[in-house]
């Protein structure tokens, strides 16, 4: 029997049902492969090992015959297969624990694999947005918070814009096409900065002055 870990959320993604007026404009989630490359820096690991076995290699070719050297040197090379393949893992079991969502009002952000949490970012909190566009049609949206929102580096790792770590900017990381979504983004956004927000107040109370 199957067992899905988020039944509990009355809508995918969302902690409770939009409200009245609220639409769902776009439900993604992050491409586990280009997050593996872009996020855990996969070719950057992959590659330090390499190096290490180069060194090695060209450090004992010129004392023993090029079988010891090549063994002596091999172990690196699965080493860094090894973590390679648990990067990808990893980047593979967060890709499917998120879930963005673009709404008419704001954005929703489900993320984390083993602390879940959701961020509720509405369009008048969002100063900017920004698009890292890759070839592939993948990218990431950075979210630029106004005011006095802060948010922790390390908890929304890695749904964050790498490397700005003071102001923490939440990002819909390593989605496929990034382009539309961004323009969908932008338009959503745009069309609820601009429409009038009218609040309630209590109508004023008049006190009774007694006549002399």
Not at 14 to 29: A, M, V
Not at 130 to 152: E, M, Q, V, W
Request: glycine fraction near 6%; charged fraction near 20%.
């Amino acid at each position: 029997m199957s067992h899905d870990d988020f039944a509990f959320e009355p809508v995918k993604g969302l902690p409770e049902r939009p409200p009245e007026g609220e639409e769902i404009l776009w439900q993604g989630r992050p491409d586990w492969w280009a997050l593996t490359r872009e996020s855990l820096s996969l070719y950057w690991v992959l590659g330090y090992f390499v190096v290490l076995a180069a060194w090695r290699f060209g450090s004992m070719i010129d004392q023993v015959p090029f079988t010891t050297a090549f063994a002596a040197s091999f172990p690196f090379i699965i080493l860094g297969g090894i973590v390679g393949l648990l990067l990808a893992v990893i980047a593979f079991v967060q890709a499917r624990a998120t879930v963005y969502t673009i709404t008419n009002r704001r954005v929703a952000m489900r993320i984390g694999a083993a602390l879940t949490v959701t961020l509720n970012l509405p369009y008048t909190q969002i100063g900017s947005a920004n698009l890292d566009l890759r070839r592939r049609g993948t990218g990431t949206i950075a979210l630029d918070l106004l005011g006095d929102t802060r948010l922790s580096y390390l908890v929304c790792w890695p749904h964050v814009r790498p490397w700005v770590i003071r102001r923490t900017q939440p990002a819909l990381r390593c989605i496929p096409d990034a382009e539309r979504v961004a323009k969908m983004l932008s338009e959503a956004a745009m069309a609820r900065v601009s429409t009038p927000q009218i609040a309630r107040t209590a109508p004023a109370t008049t006190a009774a002055v007694a006549a002399e």
